[in-house]
């Protein structure tokens, strides 16, 4: 079982959606656990008589809601060994949850962060209260990326224990992606189909990343299944 964290203030709920989408099309078995604060999971993924902690499947894909850490998640499930997963993507914003997750040790993390001032101030706070060093890979939704932009958001985290990874994710906002979205959510269905073509890409990156292949033919074969609904 691997983890792959995903940190910041930034909504990242149908990111993670998306992700698991591909990775479950690819024969893996995922959970994806919102840890954030607004816990917005528990509004946008369909429950049957949701509690104040609930796992519930969406899309072949296990979503926990409520949960502080895995052992309270292993509690649920009824078992004391790991829990049959392949992927964890869990979804945090606070220092507290990515301490009890210990994404510290996580095969892979991501900060996700827009440049408005309140994403990025407030995944900096996060950022700021890491006790130990943890290195990010940054995700980044703009119209635009400016390099004043990313040079801004290096400044601002100085004094904090990250290692930025040199490579960086760029997801526009201007392609009708975020209508793609909120589309899906009213249908309560993933689809790829009107997605647009720098959106899949970076998605495809960001799985390629996870499974640390060294191509991403089979991952757009995913893709390609699940843009035809199959």
Do not use: C
Not at 3 to 23: E, P, R, S
């Amino acid at each position: 079982m691997k983890t792959i964290g995903f940190i910041g203030a930034y909504d990242k709920t149908d990111l993670l959606l998306n992700i698991a989408k591909i990775l479950t099309t690819m024969k893996n078995r995922v959970l994806v656990i919102d840890s954030t604060i607004n816990q917005k999971a528990r509004y946008v993924v369909p429950a049957i008589n949701p509690t104040v902690s609930y796992i519930t499947s969406f899309e072949d894909i296990d979503i926990a809601i409520g949960f502080n850490n895995v052992e309270e998640i292993k509690n649920y499930m009824g078992i004391t060994t790991e829990i049959p997963y392949d992927y964890l993507l869990v979804d945090t914003d606070t220092e507290k949850r990515i301490e009890e997750f210990h994404l510290e040790t996580s095969e892979k993390n991501f900060f996700v962060t827009s440049f408005d001032i309140y994403s990025l101030r407030r995944g900096i706070e996060v950022l700021s209260q890491l006790k130990i060093p943890i290195t990010l890979t940054k995700i980044l939704y703009a119209a635009e990326i400016l390099k004043e932009d990313d040079d801004y958001l290096n400044f601002i985290s100085l004094g904090t224990k990250v290692i930025w990874d040199e490579e960086r994710i760029y997801f526009p906002v201007e392609n009708g992606d975020l209508n793609v979205i909120a589309e899906n959510q009213r249908v309560q269905k993933i689809k790829f189909k009107k997605f647009s073509i720098q959106y899949k890409d970076s998605l495809a990156y960001i799985v390629q990343q996870i499974l640390n292949q060294n191509n991403d033919s089979n991952i757009r074969k995913a893709i390609k299944i699940i843009e035809r609904g199959v």
